[in-house]
């Protein structure tokens, strides 16, 4: 989706509404920055408000969405485009998920292994040692939460019995067994527990 575009239409049909930009932000209950930032391409409309700030636009989703009035002859065709933009949005913000789930593990791990290294040549051994290695250990673990949940949230994982697609809590993902980013899940469908692989694609 082009959001200069988006943004330069919704200016111009507030205009043709004659609304001003704080006349639009008290019917929707927002700031006029926002209707700036919109309408600057800065920003996009939440889904929650889009149906409301259509209907004091005058124009459809698909209208809003495209940045232009869409004739009835293109509307299906527009609405094919607009679902597989957004299929590829959301395609490259779960690679950019995936990534960053990655780097945070890297740099976790070499950050536990250096710290530990370090700990091991520049603390006397005793007690004090073993306190810094519990604390770098401790140090270590809140980073793998956090990438536990990037995890989680793209994807799903695959049952080997049934091919079902599960998507667990972050509760049930945490204490599972796992090997890397495949981990022994119970399926929903089958009922049964087995070792589920992590499918980011459909």
């Known amino acids: 989706m082009d959001q200069i575009k988006i943004g330069k239409f919704i ?3 507030r205009k043709k509404n004659n609304l001003t930009q704080m006349q639009l932000a008290e019917k929707l209950n ?6 700036s930032k919109w309408e600057n391409g800065k920003a ?23 940045g232009e009035m869409i004739s009835m002859e293109s509307k299906n065709e527009k609405q094919e485009q607009i679902l597989l933009d957004m299929a590829k949005e959301v395609e490259e913000k779960n690679k950019i998920i995936w990534t960053s789930m990655w780097v945070i593990m890297i ?24 306190i810094a290695i519990l604390g770098i250990c401790v140090v270590f673990l809140l980073p793998c939460f956090y990438a ?17 697609e599960i998507i667990p809590t ?3 993902a945490l204490w599972a067994m796992h090997s890397g980013t495949t981990r022994y899940l119970k399926c929903p469908k089958c009922n049964k527990r087995t ?6 694609k459909k």
């Open 30 to 35: 927002i700031t006029d920055r926002a209707i």
């Open 44 to 66: 996009m409309p939440d889904s929650s408000i889009m149906l409301d700030l259509c209907s004091e636009l005058k124009i459809s989703v698909n209208d809003l969405l495209c």
């Open 195 to 200: 070792w589920c692989k992590k499918v980011i």
């Open 107 to 130: 740099v976790a791990m070499i950050s536990l292994f250096a710290g530990v290294f370090l700990v091991a040549f520049l603390v006397p051994e005793g007690t004090w040692q073993l």
């Open 148 to 164: 536990l949940k990037l995890e989680v949230s793209v994807g799903h994982y695959k049952c080997k019995k049934c091919g079902e």
């Open 11 to 13: 200016a111009e049909c």
């Open 170 to 172: 972050y509760s049930e």
